[in-house]
């Protein structure tokens, strides 16, 4: 039993979760839920960096409380296809290839992924449809069907010892989706009736009061957009994963007789696999090829692009900067936004709005019109989840720390006493019993940086591009002779990123004097020792100009014995 407590195995007659990612920031979402001895991994998704996370390209879970334990973990599960949800699995399957569980959609995207990783050659991908329920492990693992900002994305119910343990995923209450497949109201209500030991639900928007409008709200805005302006082309970007998003376009597009065109790699990979697994309605002779766009008047082309988060790469920052290879933007085209910016990203897309305009462009975005709506649910629909499920124990996920506190304050409004409701973190472990629920431990959970060209990334050399960037970076050289203790290099100062012009090089001129007078001190004093010498001429200098500027660039010095 004393090991338990330490952490090693889970009581007998727990359920111990541990949350890898997710709580406390949006991305990287990934949990493990453990009985028996045994684990199942809900979800690996990946974060994308802040612009101050200098050649950081994405952000994982740290996975190694799960390598680790790879013997005794059975499937991964995905509760849907956004990239917050699978994008680290391309990390995770290196070290732990167990089967991966999910919708035909959801598998389609992740294995796309994997694929062009070159990892996908030797895993499991097992489909499950709506309201099926699996043996996976120790659990019993049951599919409900949600309508969130991808089609085929699921809540997943763990029919366990406890009781039933309820993840929401992402999700809202749309009750007139584009495909008509709804979030199965009734199930969780039977759920609900069955005993709900835990939920663990999405916080996204649990600070917006009200409703999130319907997606089919967004045909009628772009509907009406596109009628106002027969005579001109339409750009429209989404995320490509959207898929009841484009077929939305398309379907306005195509009353209009416009012709489609595509425009970005994963924009025509998803529609590709949509096409194929039948959730998104079009013909192939609907499209045009997006080299031919030119030949058509603009009135009757739609172009749909990725880019609407104005990633540099992406087809919409291309076209804004006038360097897509196949047609470029000007007076005859309103480009649309349909999305909002994620946290982080608002300034390339207003770089990206910016320069749409410097081209003459008509831009439309979510700011002044509806053309979009969250996938996730507001606090409406997040208290008709709670009421549907009636857990005995809460625990928000998927949100950044005060989404979390809001969605617990709501938990707690809704009758469900304190001591049931736990606010927890990343590496947090919380054991579930038919009694209630308690912190059970902390595992490693912090940033897992990734840099694509050097590898895994440290906090530390983050932080050293981090006062690189800011500071720039001041290099200190000379040459001793070790036998008479003269200097018989000179000193010299480079500079990047700090110095520069005429008005400089007095300044160059004293730092360098007053490096060279501590040098020379030192050698009088007998000191020869290469490391104690670098640190006098770095303390110095550092001591000179944070009294002139109280900031310093990085000092690098390198004194040379001879
Ligand atoms: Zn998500
Ligand atoms: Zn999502």
């Not at 035909?104 to 991908?125: I, M, N, S, W, Y």
């Not at 606090?379 to 549907?388: A, S, V």
């Not at 700090?498 to 008005?503: P, Q, V």
């Not at 160059?508 to 007998?526: C, F, N, P, W, Y």
């Amino acid at each position: 039993m004393l090991s338990a407590r330490c952490g090693h195995t889970v009581p007998k007659d727990n359920v111990r979760v541990t949350f890898l990612g997710g709580l406390g920031e949006i991305g990287r979402n990934c949990l493990a839920l453990e009985q028996d001895g045994r684990i199942v991994i809900v979800d690996a998704g990946l974060m994308f960096p802040e612009p101050t996370m200098y050649g950081v390209d994405i952000i994982l879970p740290d996975f190694r409380w799960l390598i680790e334990r790879r013997d005794r973990i059975d499937a991964i599960v995905l509760t849907h296809g956004h990239e917050d949800h699978t994008g680290a699995l391309r990390y995770l399957v290196k070290d732990v290839n167990v089967p991966i569980y999910g919708s035909a959609l959801t598998l389609g995207f992740a294995r796309h992924r994997l694929t062009e990783a070159k990892v996908a050659h030797d895993l499991t991908f097992i489909e499950v449809t709506d309201g099926e329920r699996r043996k996976i492990g120790p659990f019993d693992v049951e599919f409900i069907p949600v309508t969130h900002s991808v089609p085929s994305a699921h809540a997943l119910a763990f029919h366990t010892k406890v009781g039933i343990i309820v993840h929401s995923g992402d999700f809202k209450l749309d009750l007139t989706p584009i495909d008509g497949r709804r979030t199965d109201i009734s199930r969780l209500a039977a759920i609900g009736d069955l005993g709900v030991a835990l939920l663990l639900c999405d916080s996204t928007n649990a600070e917006e009061p009200g409703f999130t409008a319907s997606e089919r709200s967004v045909g009628g805005a772009l509907r009406r957009l596109f009628l106002e302006r027969p005579e001109r082309r339409m750009v429209v970007a989404c995320f490509a994963s959207h898929i009841h998003r484009v077929q939305q376009i398309i379907n306005v597009a195509k009353e209009q007789n416009r012709k489609i065109a595509l425009m970005g790699r994963s924009m025509e990979s998803n529609v590709k696999l949509a096409r194929k697994l039948h959730l998104l309605k079009v013909e192939t002779s609907d499209f045009v090829d997006i080299e031919d766009v030119g030949k058509f008047a603009p009135g009757e082309v739609c172009v749909i692009c990725t880019g609407s988060q104005g990633e540099p790469l992406a087809a919409l920052s291309k076209l804004s900067r006038g360097d897509a290879r196949n047609f470029k933007v000007g007076a005859d085209d309103t480009v649309i936004l349909s999305s909002h910016p994620i946290p982080g990203n608002e300034w390339s897309v207003g770089r990206v709005i910016d320069d749409l305009h410097r081209a003459g462009t008509e831009v439309i975005h979510s700011g002044n019109e509806p053309v979009h709506a969250s996938g996730h649910a507001r606090q409406g629909e997040l208290r008709t989840f709670h009421q549907l499920v009636r857990p005995r124990n809460f625990v928000p996920v998927h949100g950044e720390y005060r989404h979390m506190v809001h969605h617990a304050d709501l938990a707690l409004s809704m009758g469900l006493a304190d001591k049931h409701i736990l606010i927890c973190e990343d590496g947090d472990q919380v054991e579930v019993t038919t009694a209630g629920i308690r912190r059970a431990g902390q595992v490693p959970a912090g940033f897992h940086y990734i840099d694509g060209s050097a590898g895994d990334l440290d906090e530390r050399p983050l932080e050293e591009r981090r006062m690189l960037a800011e500071y720039g970076v001041l290099q200190i050289s000379a040459g001793v002779d070790k036998e008479n203790g003269t200097i018989i290099q000179p000193v010299r100062i480079t500079a990047r990123g700090w110095f520069e012009g005429e008005n400089d090089r007095a300044l160059i001129e004293s730092v360098t004097k007053v490096v060279r007078d501590a040098i020379e001190t030192a050698l009088r004093e007998g000191d020869r020792d290469p490391l104690s010498l670098n640190k006098a001429a770095q303390r110095t200098a550092g001591r000179l100009l944070g009294q002139k500027f109280r900031r310093q660039p990085v000092l690098l010095a390198a004194i040379v014995v001879l």
